[in-house]
């Protein structure tokens, strides 16, 4: 039998928090503050998509890295002078708080805590978290993209996993790119509602869950948005819920990763493209820009020092 529960995630994470009686469907918001038609979220959905797509059109101020490509060894010959042009910085942006009533409408247990405090909690339950992610199973659509899909958790790690409550269907905002090509990826709200101030409202989620099974089936919401890079997005949602820099570090920039210009060239983009995410979603995070800003330093100089000219 498939028992229906709303939001049951939120109640798992709430309680880390505070010493109250969990979530429950009757201490939600009444129906009357929730988005009463689909035209409804549809509108703020696409005032939301607007603000993530200017992120992919800015162009940055760039300043030209100009050098000759080393010789190889197979030919002997020098290859053609190349022009490459990367901006010198990446522009911080001003970090605006997320607002507090997003968060307290997921969990309204969480009215008297701190933003800050919500993240520090939640990056403690991250194990938790990514493990429902990790063991969601879900069939891509083949044509038409749905409302919702069906998926399997499995706690395939034997570890108490917390189940995702959305399913993002991803395409990218920049000019020239299929905006028909989606990659899904399952999230947690409550941790995108307490780490991006941009983050557009998503519609309310159920789960279905048959009683007494170790895999368990879940409808889940499928919401489309139009980012800069949903290549890296995978990145930016484990530092979300994991916030940990030196990971995140290593994952942009591993051992031996200048290994030649095309190498460093892909790091650039992938750092760009983190970059403009984070800007797109309102991360709030400081050390999250601390990272992608030593990072690009770190490829700026590997690019200089492969494109120089080699003295005589």
Known sequence: MIARHHNNKANKVASAFVDRAPCTPSSRLSSSRRPRTVSYFNRRRRGAQQKLAK???????????????????????????VRISLPTALQRP????????????LCPELKDVAPDYVRLTLSSLAPQMLAGIHGTQMVAPTSQLPHELEVVVSDSLRLASVTPTHILALSSSRSG?????????????????????????????FAATPAGNSSRTATLPV?????????????LSEYLYTKNADVLRSRILPVNWALDIETILRKAFMIRGLWANACAFGVVDPSLYDVLEDCWAAVLRSLHQATSTPSS
Request: hydrophobic share 40%; with cysteine.
């Open 177 to 205: 790119v299929s905006s028909k090509k989606y990659q899904l990826f399952p999230i947690h709200q409550l941790v995108f509602a307490a780490n991006c101030s941009t983050m557009p409202a998503l519609p309310s989620s």
């Open 55 to 81: 992120f992919a059109s800015t162009p940055l101020a760039t300043a030209k890295v100009t050098g000759v490509i080393p010789a190889t060894a197979e030919s002997g010959s020098v290859k053609p002078q």
């Open 94 to 105: 001003t970090l605006q708080e997320v607002k507090a009533q997003a968060i307290y409408d």
């Open 223 to 235: 919401v489309s948005y139009s980012i800069p890079s949903p290549e890296t997005f995978g990145l």
